[in-house]
């Protein structure tokens, strides 16, 4: 049977992700920008993401590639709040509330040991109801989401933005739903 410390340590690993996955974001963008500096690149030169060294002509190596962008497309989505950002934010909402179901809700024991049966959680509800927006309503929100009794600031008919301050006030509350029961 789980602890709730083993849920809080679990969780915290996906969150731990979400902030390297920011960091990471913004050196790589520092980075083009260093080299585009250096090389005299415009933000529209192609970029291909492959699988070893380019081989053929121009035309088969964009054939080959795995991906195919702009210099300027990759930092336009690495900056703050822009696509990546979301992209992980939203893999952090959907990965922890099916930690959160699949795993520890139905299995977690009180400090004795005695199993707690469906536990229950705001927080997780709402977790629930953004990330079935997330992925049944690419991510606009949809009726449902005006049942938040934590996390308010979605608005049915609207995409969900989730920003830095969103994450951090989602990982807070987590991390106090789940502290005040260990």
């Known amino acids: 049977m789980a602890t709730f410390a083993e849920l809080l340590a679990e969780l915290d690993e996906l969150f731990g992700f979400f902030f390297d996955a920011g960091m990471a974001f913004n050196a790589a963008k520092q980075h083009l920008e260093t080299l585009q500096k250096q090389f005299n690149v415009s933000d ?3 970029f291909m993401f492959g699988d070893g060294e380019p081989k053929g002509p121009p035309e088969q190596v964009l054939l080959d590639s795995l991906h195919s ?3 300027g497309a ?3 989505r690495m900056s703050r709040d822009a696509l990546n950002s979301q992209r992980a934010a939203q893999s952090v909402i959907v990965f922890a509330y099916h930690i959160w179901e699949e795993k ?3 299995s977690l024991v009180d400090q004795n040991g005695i199993s ?9 509800g709402d977790l629930r109801l953004i990330r079935n927006a997330i992925i049944h309503n690419k991510a606009v929100a949809d009726p449902p989401i005006s049942r938040c009794k934590v996390i308010t600031h979605f608005v049915p008919g609207k995409t969900i ?3 830095d301050a ?4 989602i990982i807070r509350a987590i991390r106090s739903d789940f502290s005040a029961r260990t």
Do not use: N, P, Q
């Not at 707690?116 to 997780?124: F, I, P």
């Not at 969103?166 to 006030?169: G, R, T």
């Open 161 to 163: 933005v989730l920003t």
């Open 104 to 106: 520890y809700r139905r």
């Open 69 to 71: 962008t702009t210099i």
């Open 44 to 46: 529209a030169s192609r």
């Open 166 to 169: 969103i994450m951090f006030e």
């Open 116 to 124: 707690l049966g469906t536990v229950e959680s705001d927080v997780m």
């Open 74 to 76: 990759i930092k336009t």
